[in-house]
């Protein structure tokens, strides 16, 4: 006999929390074909050579989650939210060792702020949220999300291979463990402030996370940013910022980011990284909207060669429904210096192709 799934198990045991008022069951169901060329089809460089794939999140991540909150009186909330992501080409969550990978935190709503703690995005990240060319959709190949946000900074020949953060990964630090946020909101203002607990005994600041964020939004444009600095265990520092701003010009939508992060990875070593990106969002018909996006990647490390690429990115998303879209993508990658990687382990090995591109026929569904 077959054992259900945790996953199925939990579904199953909370059924008669989600019929109560306040909790809700929610998710995207994003799928798409997708052509490659000088790319894998986990869109890492191919020497040569075409690759025909199915992909999930290229429009927006696939993912399911449970929120809710309760009145306590008084305009006080008491508020949760779990969330995973789901690779929904193949049926699995997207971190093998967590089920809730995206979020997991429970707090108060109260009328001089929020308070949030549990496993967050980090700020970084949040600030991103209004400014991103992109919208941050395809968030596994959104150099924004990706670098800036430091989803994942492992690209080319070199990385940071240091846990910075309570991340529970190394070269992953957009969402942290053990964090406290607190949200605030007066007219046009939006400040956050964060701290990631490290839990390391007899060392607060090891694998520590900590920042603030700061948001002005009028209704034609919004300017957003952010600061942080986490530590390693072994107390090496990355510090990252991000800077950016949105602007509706009657139809057009306008937004570009300025973003930067450098890490001490050893004794007398480190990485830096800039980000630069601007894109615009018109509406081309009903239901139809064309985002275009540029992106700039530029790195230097100790002991390795200035690497980076350049994005570009065409989004044709057309509205069937409420909670389905069908969407067009395609981009471009141009890599500079070795970030491409090498093929072989022979002395004749060469450089990878220098470009790649990809194409992308998909339908996003939420839930």
């Known amino acids: 006999m077959r054992h259900p799934s945790v996953l199925t198990a939990l579904l199953v045991a909370s059924a008669p929390c989600l019929a109560q008022p306040g909790v809700n069951l929610y998710g995207i169901v994003d799928v798409g074909l997708r052509s490659l060329n000088g790319l894998n089809a986990n869109n890492t460089p191919l020497p040569s050579g075409t690759v025909h794939s199915l992909a999930s999140g290229v429009d927006n991540t696939s993912r399911w989650g449970i929120r809710g909150q309760e009145a306590l009186g008084g305009d006080w909330n008491a508020v949760f939210r779990l969330e995973g992501g789901i690779n929904a080409d193949t049926g699995t969550q997207s971190k093998n060792d967590r089920l809730f990978d995206r979020l997991a935190w429970a707090g108060l709503e109260t009328p001089y702020g929020t308070l949030a703690l549990g496993r967050q995005t980090n700020l970084v990240s949040d600030a991103l949220i209004p400014v991103d060319p992109l919208g941050k959709r395809f968030a596994s190949f959104n150099p924004n999300i990706n670098v800036a946000g430091l989803s994942n900074t492992r690209f080319g020949t070199h990385a940071f291979g240091t846990q910075y953060g309570p991340s529970g990964y190394t070269d992953n630090f957009y969402r942290l463990d053990n ?189």
């Open 179 to 367: 964090t406290i946020k607190y949200t605030a909101t007066a007219g046009p203002w939006q400040a956050r402030a964060a701290y990631s607990a490290g839990e390391v005994a007899g060392d607060a600041d090891a694998s520590s996370a900590r920042g603030v964020a700061l948001a002005y939004q009028q209704r034609d444009w919004t300017l957003s940013g952010a600061t942080m600095r986490l530590s390693s265990r072994e107390g090496l520092p990355l510090d990252a910022w991000s800077l950016g701003a949105a602007v509706h010009l009657a139809s057009w939508q306008f937004k570009a980011n300025a973003a930067r992060n450098k890490a001490d990875t050893g004794a007398g070593q480190s990485v830096h990284q800039r980000i630069l990106s601007a894109g615009l969002s018109r509406a081309v018909g009903p239901g139809l909207l064309l985002t275009a996006a540029w992106y700039g990647v530029r790195r230097d490390a100790t002991g390795h060669p200035d690497d980076g690429f350049e994005r570009e990115f065409l989004f044709l998303e057309k509205t069937l429904a409420p909670r389905t879209t069908a969407y067009l993508e395609a981009d471009y990658t141009t890599w500079r210096g070795d970030a491409a990687g090498t093929t072989g382990t022979r002395p004749n090995e060469r450089a990878n192709d220098r470009h790649g591109a990809g194409l992308t026929l998909g339908l996003m569904q939420k839930f």
